[in-house]
């Protein structure tokens, strides 16, 4: 198969393809900081995480959310401020196989980033200057919409003018693979940046 002049733009998660997971870490320290088991945790930040992944929360008030949820003291705010960045800074470090192969395409095809994510994790990555290496940048806290939403992948379409025949997603969760599919989207399902390469070859997406 060959859509070498079907595709002529490639979307890219952030967490797990553009930087590393961290989530293990991230509910390791907050646990330790909050006094609260891993798996508890992680129970309560999935149930309030859409809200701050949506800007319609700060990142303080989230916390607190969890807190009241876990009938839990909330810590001081200087407590409270760590439990994200702290992590985000030691552990999500930039996949650098991976920034090189966006690298090697730049020019090439339209780049995007898609992610959900939060306000204190993009300023990691602008610090870093991550988001200088594409086109456009749609970031969940910002535009208040969040995968698997089609509308949050229109938004990406309409940036990048191109229509979802033309677009390609890569993301390292099934679920928001499967989701871009449903939406008429070709995705892959990253592995690895060696992975990712071939996939790119199987469909004519030229690399070099």
Excluded at 34 to 57: D, H, M, N, T, Y
Excluded at 170 to 185: C, I, Q, T, Y
């Amino acid at each position: 198969m060959n859509n070498d002049d079907k595709i002529k733009g490639i979307i890219f998660d952030l967490g797990g393809v553009l930087v590393e997971a961290f989530g293990k870490e991230f509910l390791a320290y907050a646990g330790q900081k909050l006094g609260v088991p891993v798996e508890k945790l992680g129970e309560a930040v999935q149930k309030e995480e859409p809200s701050l992944q949506r800007g319609e929360i700060t990142a303080t008030q989230f916390w607190r959310d969890v807190c009241k949820g876990l009938s839990i003291d909330c810590p001081s705010e200087e407590i409270l401020q760590t439990l994200w960045v702290r992590p985000y800074k030691e552990c999500a470090n930039i996949k650098k196989d991976t920034l090189e192969l966006v690298k090697r395409l730049r020019g090439k095809y339209k780049l995007a980033i898609l992610s959900n994510t939060i306000e204190e994790h993009n300023e990691v990555n602008k610090q870093r200057g991550l988001f200088e290496n594409f086109d456009t940048v749609l970031l969940s806290n910002e535009i208040g919409m969040r995968k698997p939403e089609k509308e949050f992948f229109d938004a990406a379409a309409k940036k990048l003018n191109l229509s979802f025949d033309e677009l390609l997603f890569v993301d390292d969760k099934m679920r928001w693979v499967e989701a871009a599919r449903n939406h008429g989207l070709e995705a892959i399902l990253f592995e690895s940046a060696e992975q990712l390469e071939k996939e790119f070859e199987k469909l004519g997406i030229r690399v070099g």
